[in-house]
């Protein structure tokens, strides 16, 4: 079983910047691709950004492409995803996950490909 515990969540005016980070406790987190995904009110939770386990690849959505960057420290056992020039339609629960495996194609960007999810932190970005 691996733990995830997001923080770094708060309020942000637009093109403000906010770092979430995600700490991982429990089975060797260094052999996990991690995600970021988010979900606004009566939306679908959506991908955000992903990382290999050696932290070599990066995969992110087409809308957080430039401002967003997602990294990982192995020793830290911690996922970082440093948010720059924020904008009001980032507002949203963001959520940290993982899995032990090797994901191809498209199977990164989907909720159903990670096994292990934290319990979210709220970002809320203000025109």
């Known amino acids: 079983q691996v733990q995830l515990v997001e923080s770094g969540g708060g309020w942000v005016q637009a093109g403000g910047s906010l770092r979430l980070s995600c700490a991982a406790s429990?089975?060797?987190?260094?052999?996990?691709?991690a995600g970021w995904f988010r979900q606004a009110p009566g939306k679908e939770r959506e991908f955000v950004a992903a990382?290999?386990?050696?932290?070599?690849?990066?995969w992110y959505t087409d809308s957080v492409k430039v401002r967003f960057t997602i990294s990982r420290d192995n020793a830290k056992n911690t996922v970082y995803l440093q948010m720059n020039s924020l904008k009001p339609e980032d507002t949203a629960v963001y959520y940290c996950?993982?899995?032990?495996?090797?994901?191809?194609?498209?199977?990164?960007?989907?909720?159903?490909?990670?096994?292990?999810w934290g319990q979210g932190t709220q970002v809320t970005v203000s025109s």
């Open positions: 990382i290999s386990w050696s932290g070599e690849r990066t």
């Open positions: 996950a993982a899995v032990n495996a090797v994901l191809s194609g498209s199977s990164f960007s989907a909720v159903k490909s990670y096994d292990y």
């Open positions: 429990g089975r060797t987190f260094s052999t996990y691709v």
